[in-house]
């Protein structure tokens, strides 16, 4: 099973960092954690994506449990472009990106 | 500039019929991707194709079919046999490096309507 589970709906103030949680308990030693988010009839949009160590790029950073049953995405500074649904995906091997539903992210002006 | 175009935006079909859905990339992709989302839920895979000549089932590919003649284009049908097709129709590539993750790039998507 390479489902994850995230909350389906959270909601945070522009400028204001946002947390995003996943939990994937079943995950293996060699399954990546990948981040999508697609705003609304759009295709998906990479995030970002860790094994074990945190991750930071330009867009969020990535926090991994020491146990990896879980990852939080860190919106540092949300914007109003940051409204979106989110993703958290598990991937091990053949690069299947298998989606649940995702969270979808409110920022309020 | 590079990227992945999909055509046409919106798609209409009489119940019955046929219906090509189109996917080209410039990005020299080797893979390629083919996901149908439903209203309100997440992507499903249909197709998906590693290198030319060469594709393989995803999880709900009953009712289409794929070819990848060329490394820039992955053209999708919908046939007749696929009970539900309403929905949109999302394409994407990677690069493919075996079992080592890359990002998938995806298209603006076809909203395909069944009358």
Known sequence: DAKTTQPNSMESNEEEPV??????????????????RQLPSQGPEY????????????????AI???????????????????AVYYCIRLGGAQKLVFGQGTRLTINP | DGGITQSPKYL???????????????????AMYWYRQDPGQG??????SQIVNDFQ???????????REKKESFPLTVTSAQKNPTAFYLC????????????????????????
């Open chain 2, 57 to 67: 089932k995803g999880d709900i590919a009953e009712g289409y079919s794929v070819s």
């Open chain 1, 19 to 36: 947390h995003l949680p996943c939990n994937h308990s079943t995950i293996s030693g060699t399954d990546y954690i990948h981040w999508y």
């Open chain 2, 12 to 30: 209409f079909r009489k119940e019955g019929q046929n219906v090509t859905l189109s996917c080209e990339q410039n990005l020299n992709h080797d």
């Open chain 1, 47 to 62: 995030v970002i994506h860790g094994l074990t160590s945190n991750v930071n790029n330009r867009m969020a950073s990535l």
């Open chain 1, 65 to 83: 449990a020491e146990d990896r049953k879980s990852s939080t995405l860190i919106l540092h500074r949300a914007t109003l472009r940051d409204a």
């Open chain 2, 92 to 115: 994407a590539s990677s690069t493919w490096d075996g079992p080592s993750y890359n990002e998938q790039f995806f298209g603006p998507g076809t909203r395909l309507t069944v009358l």
């Open chain 2, 43 to 48: 992507l499903r895979l249909i197709y998906y």
